[in-house]
């Protein structure tokens, strides 16, 4: 079992900046953010394996995903934020599981909000 916690959402206006950070308790070889505005479904924001990463398109360019050393704590630097950014983004992590399959871990959510 993984917990994972969050910090560093908040208010900020357009074209600003936000760092969102993650710490999981555990051992993972995948960690990255999704997002779910009102209504909507939880779509990918960024995520990273191995090094390598991956960004919906909607954040390609403004978006930076990074990860620490130890492979416990990622980090979403956001900037050029816009309103449509405004969201609950949640912190996703993965283990393995037996054979070919893998856990999902999620976190409590943290507020971002881009005010016009």
Known sequence: QVQLVESGGGLVQTGGSLRLSCTA???????????????????????????????GDSVKGRFTISIDSAKTTAYLEMNSLKPEDTAVYYCNAKTYGPGVTYYNYWGQGTQVTVSS
Do not use: C, E, H
Not at 28 to 54: C, E, H
């Open 25 to 55: 308790s555990g051992r993972v070889f995948s960690m990255g953010w999704y997002r779910q505005a009102p209504g909507k479904q939880r779509d990918l924001v960024a995520t990273i394996s191995d090094n390598m990463t991956n960004y």
